[in-house]
């Protein structure tokens, strides 16, 4: 059976409070490397600050065996 060609990266928000710290939401989202080569962008809600944002694709974190 052949290997599935998707891969699961993080859409991190742009998005920052009234002070300036930033928001941290993210969201997941399937992609596949061999069609889009370029990093991922999208404009999405973000609930911490209520508002429609801009979020940038981000590599997922290892997780720890």
Same mark, same amino acid.
């Given at each position: *059976?052949?290997?599935?060609?998707? &891969?699961?990266?993080? *859409?991190?928000?742009?998005?920052?409070? $009234?002070?300036?710290?930033?928001?941290? %939401?993210? %969201?997941?989202?399937?992609?596949?490397?061999?069609?889009?080569?370029?990093?991922?962008? *999208?404009?999405? %809600?973000?609930?911490? &600050?209520?508002?429609?944002? $801009?979020?940038?694709?981000?590599? *997922?974190?290892?997780?720890?065996?």
């Amino acid at each position: *059976m052949a290997k599935g060609n998707t &891969i699961l990266v993080q *859409m991190r928000s742009t998005g920052t409070f $009234e002070d300036g710290r930033p928001t941290n %939401y993210s %969201y997941v989202k399937k992609k596949n490397p061999r069609q889009l080569t370029e990093k991922l962008k *999208m404009r999405k %809600y973000d609930p911490r &600050i209520q508002k429609h944002v $801009e979020f940038e694709e981000k590599s *997922m974190p290892r997780h720890k065996k």
